[in-house]
């Protein structure tokens, strides 16, 4: 069955610093979804991306669709304490499927 | 502030208890889903409506029963529920039911069976 794999399953950057997780499909989606889980919270939507190759930002949040679109990334520049939390893609094929997150901790 | 209420926000119970998580959105949205989080686990799709009714239930043991009376409600009810049941139960709708529509949760349930 469809899978959707995402890395790191965990990440502690110091504050300042910059971080990426990646999203891998075992095969093509039609399209992508980001969401934030903050700690004790529930997922909230973030953006979508639908085209081959699109990129779409966010203040210091950058989201990247492959161009072959079985792979995203989701990069964060100088990361604030704000942005702990889980961060999920949600790849959709013939029904959504959830990576299993990557755990962001920011060290002040 | 989230469109979409779920109670209770915690719920203990027994393996021979029977308890119901309810749902409800104020989004006018006209599909709605239950997702199961566990630790270290994808979130899991149990259960979708789309127009109060069911399109999609994926293997999901008997001892869950969806209830959905209007496009605005949603229930799950749970009877002889075992320890592994355990976990961070998710209520979401959509705008209608499809890939392209976001989903927006409510708070969820954590349940936990002793």
């Known amino acids: 069955g469809q899978q959707v794999m995402q890395i790191p399953q965990y990440q502690h950057v110091q504050e300042g610093e910059d971080f990426t997780t990646y999203c891998n499909s075992s095969?093509?989606?039609?399209?992508i979804q980001w969401y934030k889980q903050r700690p004790g919270g529930h997922p909230v939507f973030l953006i979508q991306l639908v085209k081959s190759g699109e990129v779409k930002k966010q203040k210091r949040l950058t989201f990247q669709f492959g161009e072959a679109k079985k792979n995203s990334s989701l990069h964060i520049t100088a990361t604030q304490t704000t942005d702990v939390g889980t961060y999920f893609c949600a790849g959709t094929g013939n029904q959504f499927y959830f990576g299993t997150g990557t755990s962001l901790t920011v060290i002040p | 502030e989230t469109g979409v209420t779920q109670t209770p926000r915690h719920l203990v119970m027994g393996m021979t208890n029977k308890k119901s998580l309810k749902c409800e959105q104020h989004l006018g949205h006209n599909a709605m889903y239950w997702y199961k989080q566990s630790a270290k686990k994808p979130l899991e799709l149990m259960f979708v409506?789309?127009?109060?009714?069911?399109?999609e239930n994926n293997s999901v043991p008997s001892r869950f029963s969806p209830e959905c009376p209007n496009s605005s409600h949603l229930f799950l009810h749970l009877h002889t529920l075992q320890p592994e049941d355990s976990a961070l139960y998710l209520c979401a709708s959509s705008q209608v039911w499809g890939h392209n529509s976001p989903l927006h949760f409510g708070n969820g349930t954590r349940l936990t069976v002793t």
């Open positions: 095969t093509t989606l039609s399209n």
């Open positions: 409506y789309s127009l109060e009714e069911r399109v």
